[in-house]
């Protein structure tokens, strides 16, 4: 299934619906928002079956959500 992508943070609601689907969500030109989106799947109860992770670049970085069991 290919990753869902957005350039803008989501809410609870939304991250929670990729969340239960164990679906992987990218965050292009967003890396100063790392720590923001790691401590929301952490407070949505996911902290333990999801990595949050963080790749530097020219345009922003991107960040990652994926299922610690890919």
Do not use: C, N
Request: glycine share 8%; aromatic share 8%; hydrophobic share 40%.
């Amino acid at each position: 299934m290919p990753a869902a992508a957005y350039t803008r943070l989501l809410s609870d609601d939304e991250m929670r619906a990729h969340l239960e689907r164990t679906e992987t969500v990218v965050f292009s030109g967003m890396s100063r928002e790392w720590q923001q989106i790691e401590r929301q799947v952490e407070r949505l109860g996911f902290g333990e079956s999801y990595f949050v992770l963080l790749r530097k670049g020219v345009r922003g970085g991107t960040i990652k959500v994926a299922p610690a069991k890919e």
